[in-house]
């Protein structure tokens, strides 16, 4: 997982390099060690992701060690893009050890009030078909991932590996 985020970060990076001649941006805010440049005249600044050394995951037992692997190896601002026509977004600002940890408390929460059962992580947001009212889940028990669609409350589409989204995503702007 690790290195299919690396690629994923490289890619991001030479998409921004590409099209604006800068690092990836976002709008800046206070108090993250991610940005590498100043507030600019649009209210953003360049970031790059930063590799954790050492973060304690709290709820490990709720967890699959690919899950793990996923939120305790880089610091970012953003992780979206599109795999199989799928625009998914799993931007969440895991800039801090706290912040990761209190987005998993969340995410299991989250899980619990969709299917009243802790088997299932909300990891992020999709959009298919000009529908963005997706949430993408993590299926603990099997390790796959799938997309709930909030509005007629099901699950739609087919099932993937994390892993497999990761190494594929083809970042956007």
Not at 31 to 53: H, K, M, Q, R, T
Not at 72 to 95: A, P
Not at 102 to 114: M, R
């Amino acid at each position: 997982m690790k290195d299919y985020l690396k690629q994923y970060f490289e890619k991001l990076k030479q998409l921004y390099l590409k099209e604006f001649g800068t690092n990836p941006t976002v709008p800046y805010f206070d108090n993250c060690s991610l940005f590498i440049s100043s507030e600019d005249e649009d209210g953003e600044a360049e970031w790059l992701p930063l590799e954790i050394e050492n973060i304690e995951i709290k709820n490990k037992e709720k967890l699959t060690e690919e899950l793990i692997e996923f939120y305790s190896s880089y610091y970012y601002l953003v992780l979206r893009g599109t795999y199989k026509n799928i625009h998914f977004d799993f931007s969440i600002n895991m800039y801090s050890n706290e912040r990761i940890n209190n987005f998993i408390d969340n995410a299991i929460k989250d899980g619990e009030y969709y299917f009243k059962s802790d088997n299932y992580i909300l990891i992020g947001t999709a959009c298919m078909d000009g529908n963005d009212d997706i949430l993408v889940f993590y299926d603990v028990k099997d390790n796959k991932v799938f997309l709930y669609d909030q509005d007629f409350e099901e699950k739609i589409g087919d099932v993937f590996e994390l892993k497999d989204i990761i190494k594929n995503l083809s970042p956007d702007i």
